[in-house]
Structure formats: C-alpha cells, structure tokens
C-alpha cells in the first residue's frame, strides 16, 4: 500500500448547536482497497462522507487529500479528484433534462463537443439511461434518479469516488449492473468508498468493510 488518498486525523464535528457527532475520528483510505462503510442509522456515515469530500469542515482534527490538507482546498478542486453521490440524489439534479445533467460539468471542463457527445451517451448507455436522455429529471422516479446522479458523478472520471447508499431505490437487476460498473471501475485503479447496508452489494466489492456506531469506528476488518 503506499500513501493514503484520504487520510482523517483526529477529526471532530458537531452541527450547529448540537452535540459532537463525529468524536475524534482517524481513518485511512486508500485507492487500490474498494472500502465499504457500514452502520445503524444516525452513526454518522453521511456526515463522515461529507467530510472526506469537504462538503462539512471539522472543528477538530484535518482531512488530508492526496498528502494536502484539505483546509486549504476549495470545494471545486476536491471536487476534481473525488466524486460524491448524496445518500438522496434529489438533491444533486439540477438541469432541465437527463443529458444536460450528465454533460454539464463537461462544458464546464472545456471538453470539446465531439468528446462530450461520446461520454454522454456512453454514459447513457450504460446506465440505461438512452431511452431517458431528454427526460426532465425531476419527473423521473427514485431508481431513475439514482442512476442519473451516479452517471452524472462518473462521467468526471474522478479518482475517487464515495457513494452515500447507492443501492437505495434500485431494483436486484440494477443493483448488479452498478455492482458490475463499480468492478470495472476498481479494476480501472479508481478507489472507492461505499456506505451501505446493503450486505450482498458490498460482500462483491469491498476488500474493506468499517463499521460505525455513535460516529466512532467500531470495527476495521481487511
Ligand atoms: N443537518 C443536521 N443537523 C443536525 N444534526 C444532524 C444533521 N444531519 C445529521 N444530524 C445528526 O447527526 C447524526 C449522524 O447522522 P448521519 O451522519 O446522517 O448518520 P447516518 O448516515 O449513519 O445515518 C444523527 O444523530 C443525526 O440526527
Ligand atoms: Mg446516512
């Protein structure tokens, strides 16, 4: 193994006005170990996802990303490396239809029409998505939505991605088609953090499972 692409140490938070959720937490996470994160309801997986992503910002402790403290980053430049999907996709969907919503944060890359045109519909393609292509996202249901966040997060080709319950509102066929797209893509060197209760999902990809309870890691297994 060598340097950890996320790396927590001694991270404290609390919301606003409200008790410590996450007590000081250190935790390693490296690319070539698909790792799985699990836990009751209320441990504190979400917010440890927002976190890793910058999305929340510690009281206590630091996120190290890539060997930089992460304090420094802006939310876009972490945002280039490592790629999140929201336990609720709802709140990630923003354009006016299914392309638009996978090919937006291409334009803004400066990607050339002909390349944004492949990814899309290669993107499309393998979330069974093509059908949907000028949908308004907004009409679409729980499983269509979550396919479309999930593609909308790949097509960045992050290096890095952390996927807050993506199995939620996916029917048997389409938990193993993600299942196949996630294998394929640790195979491609991309690492991953998965939250998940979901104990078939996670028992074919996860070479790491951490369990979370009262936002502490109660168990580490390789
Ligand atoms: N926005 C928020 N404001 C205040 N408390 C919150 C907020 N979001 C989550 N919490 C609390 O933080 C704790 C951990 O929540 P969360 O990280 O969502 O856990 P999990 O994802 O494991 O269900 C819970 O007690 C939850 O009620
Ligand atoms: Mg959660």
């Known amino acids: 193994m060598i340097e950890p692409y996320i790396e927590l140490d001694d991270v404290s938070f609390a919301y606003e006005r409200c008790a410590p959720v996450i007590g000081g937490l250190s935790l390693k996470l490296y690319k070539e170990q698909f790792t799985a994160i699990t836990g009751p309801n209320g441990s504190g997986k979400t917010t440890l996802g927002k976190i890793m992503t910058g999305i929340l910002r510690p009281q206590k402790g ?3 990303i890539c060997g930089r403290d992460s304090a420094g980053m802006k939310l876009g430049e972490i945002g ?3 790629g999140y999907l929201f336990q609720n996709p709802g709140l990630q969907i923003f354009a006016p239809s299914v392309q638009e919503e996978i090919s937006f944060a291409l334009g803004l890359k400066g990607c050339s029409k002909e390349e944004i045109d492949s990814r899309v519909s290669r993107s499309l393609r393998d979330f069974d998505l093509t059908n949907l292509s000028d ?3 907004f009409k679409l249901s729980r499983g269509e939505k979550q396919r479309l966040a999930i593609a909308a997060v790949l097509v960045n080709k992050p290096d890095f991605l952390i996927l807050d319950e993506p199995t939620t509102g996916l029917d048997m066929e389409r938990r193993r088609a993600l299942s196949d797209i996630l294998l394929g893509l640790k195979e491609k060197g991309i690492g991953m953090a998965v939250i ?3 104990r078939v999902f996670i028992d074919r990809l996860a070479d790491r499972t951490i369990k979370m309870h009262g ?3 109660v168990e580490d297994r390789t």
């Open 196 to 198: 998940s209760h979901d």
């Open 80 to 82: 280039q490396r490592i």
């Open 62 to 64: 630091c996120v190290i």
């Open 135 to 137: 949908a308004f996202p």
């Open 215 to 217: 936002g502490e890691i």
